[in-house]
């Protein structure tokens, strides 16, 4: 009984200790915040577009330029996160993407939004970079993983928040959804204004190389690997899933339930696998993900009842929720602290690319054959387990910490 009662008291002790510190809870409200205003406003800009006149193809372009541009800069923003004080790149990310929304007030014709809309895209681009860096120099490496699990859980919970508050606004006006997305965007800014100072090893260097050095490429080539099955299933979805359970005799309401099921498992699951990540390594994590998605997305390819596409689809969000906290701490265990940013902008960028390959290899395969479609993912999650044996040992970095 004393035993018992001893193991759950240091459980309880050892979860207190991993609270995210007020610094990283800042960042945390102010990552919230930008993408709640983000998801606000993207499930709402076709309908937008097309009441300026888009086709379907013009609306298809904006939302493919929009993702490559904010790929694209990721890694500028990373540079720009390690040459200067993170927290001003971060806030001064946050009121930028923010004031765009007022564009999107103004009578302007089709293709100027088209440019504002690449433009918006583009320094949305500057916030991810310099938060993950913030978050890394100010957690304990040793509870890196558990500080990027709750990272995790303010961007997913955003994606839960986000879209069914836009969805309220549209009913009202397409002009309330920018206000509004806007007006918490700038909120975002708010509590990065009360992080103190960066440690002196965290300092922005004089200089700081603008090119992606080789070796740079070779430490991050394990997270990208392993990351990229994730993503290229992320990607697969938001071009075919709605149009799949359309096909399926979905009604509207249970697509949107799907999504929200996929999501669910990020935000109630993504610390506990952080925890995990820390204290084992994130090749076990990575491992059962990649098998795990590897072995449901051929199932979700012939299953033809609408229940259970949607079960097997919070599968797939039970694999796939331990991916961002073992990328995000396998770059913060290989990078030094002034590199930080730059790691993380080049990770960003590569991620994003398989994002999009999986919207547009599945969206060509769709067309020919859902089977082949949903199969292609387990194609790409045996290429990123690959990767797994690469992946830096969570006990080993521990113990590197503790000399």
Known sequence: ????????????????????????????????????????????????LTRKGASPFIVGFVSAIALLSYGLGQYPAGWLADRFDRRRIVALATLGYASFFVVYLLPLPLPVLVVCRFLHAATGAFFTPGALALVADLTPRQQVSRAFGFFQVATMSGLLLGPLAGGVLASWSLDWVFIAAGAVCAGAALPLLFIDAPPPEHHPEAVVAVTVQPSTVRRLLPAITVGWAPEYLTGMLTAIWSLYLLSRGAATWQIGLSFTLFALPSVLGSVALGDLIDRRGAKLVMVASLVGLGLVAPVVGIAAAVPVLILLLTAQGVFTAGERPAVYSEVTHRFSARQQARAQGFLQMALIIGDTVGAIVGGLLYSRSATAAFASISLMCLVSLAGVPFLWSGRRAIAADAE
């Open 1 to 48: 009984m004393t035993a018992g009662t001893d193991s759950i008291r240091a459980r309880v002790q050892y979860l207190l200790r991993g609270r995210p510190s007020r610094p990283v809870f800042l960042i945390l409200v102010a990552t919230l915040f930008n993408t709640v205003g983000y998801q606000v406003f993207i499930p709402i800009m076709p309908i937008f």
